[in-house]
């Protein structure tokens, strides 16, 4: 296992303080504001800790509300909403300095069988070949667009790309999940900038997830390829609205996400 992997995973392993409250913690080394996806995904954790293994994450909509600290850990303090035979609901409330910095309602399912559909996936297949440069995160990230990107250049709001952990992990349903969640915040926010490259100076751009909603349709392992599908239906307010699509590698849809973020010229 990559050491980046070993310390997300040491991220992840939130310390109890009291049933329904958890400490979370950061990479050794973090500096100015916290990522989004590693929030939203101890968020997550500490709300499954509450749940009866039983019942899988099947959807959370999250409100990104203050920018995180990296210098201080984040309590997570997690409210009971409900426990019903089929489904249970959590809210958790993600706090620094006694400030709210991040909410999340997240709802949990026993497993069941249904009526099945879904998207065929892109044509596309994983990398059989990463180069050496791109294993050096706790993911490995391969951006799946044969187009010339050149700096400066407009592209239509719509991108695809394959990652998978950088090493095996345990057969955890829950921590997949979260896994999951953690990669998600990676390249939605980028897409909906894409149209609009060398219309504006980088530096005088403000940017930051302003919301995320996910829902599992399948579980799915992370150390297996991911198809992450992405397109930018829409920017406007000073808001960029991205949507993903998550795929394995046989083509199944495994889960979906949306978000908002800020994009505000100063």
Not at 39 to 48: D, N, R, S, T, V
Not at 62 to 80: A, I, K, N, Q
Not at 235 to 252: F, K, P, Q, T, V
């Amino acid at each position: 296992m990559h050491p980046e992997l070993a310390e997300l995973l040491r991220v992840l392993d939130l310390e109890q303080i009291e049933v329904t409250l958890f400490r979370a913690h950061h990479p050794r080394g973090s500096q100015g504001r916290l990522y989004g996806g590693q929030i939203m995904a101890q968020a997550l954790m500490a709300a499954g800790r509450t749940v009866d293994p039983a019942r899988a994450v099947h959807s959370l909509h999250g409100y990104f509300l203050r920018p995180g600290d990296s210098s201080l850990p984040v309590l997570m303090s997690v409210d009971r909403i409900r426990d019903g035979q089929s489904f249970a609901t959590r809210r958790v409330v993600a706090i620094q300095r006694g400030h709210a910095i991040f909410e999340m309602s997240a709802s949990f399912q026993i497993r069941e069988s249904g009526l099945e559909h879904q998207f065929d996936a892109p044509a596309s297949r994983p990398p059989t070949r990463v180069p050496d440069v791109l294993m050096n995160d706790a993911f490995v990230s391969f951006l799946n667009d044969f187009r010339v990107r050149k700096e400066g250049m407009p592209l239509p709001p719509r991108q695809s790309v394959w990652f998978r952990s950088n090493g095996a992990l345990p057969d955890d349903p829950l921590l997949h999940a979260c896994l999951l969640t953690y990669q998600s915040d990676s390249d939605l926010l980028s897409t909906s900038r894409l149209p609009h490259r060398g219309r504006f100076d980088r530096a005088h751009l403000q940017r930051a997830s302003l919301d995320h909603a996910m829902w599992f349709h399948h579980p799915a392992r992370v150390d297996a390829w991911i198809l992450y599908d992405l397109d930018s239906p829409s920017a406007a307010g000073s808001r960029g609205y991205n949507r993903g699509l998550l795929y394995d590698e046989h083509g199944r849809l495994v889960a979906s996400a949306m978000q908002e973020c800020l994009m505000r010229l100063r």
